[in-house]
């Protein structure tokens, strides 16, 4: 960020996908604003995002449910 002259793209992820959650959580956490960016700037800058994807047409996409654990004990158990 030091370096720019002319103009300056930032790019944040919406979620981060995380480990050691529980089974029926979505395994994603929320990105936070960067400590380098302070809420006073926030006015200097122009924010866009993607586009929001439907919730039924990401779980379309997905597919049907598979428990995973259940299949795998079926077959060592």
Not at 41 to 65: I, N, Q
């Amino acid at each position: 960020m030091t370096r720019a002259k002319d103009e300056l793209t930032l790019m944040v992820p919406q979620r981060f996908f995380v480990h050691g959650q529980p089974r029926n959580g979505d395994r994603h956490v929320l990105a936070s604003r960067s400590r380098f960016v302070p809420a006073g700037l926030l006015g200097l800058f122009e924010r866009v995002t993607w586009p929001v994807a439907e919730a039924e047409s990401a779980m379309a996409a997905k597919g049907p449910r598979v428990d995973l654990a259940a299949r795998m004990r079926a077959m060592w158990g």
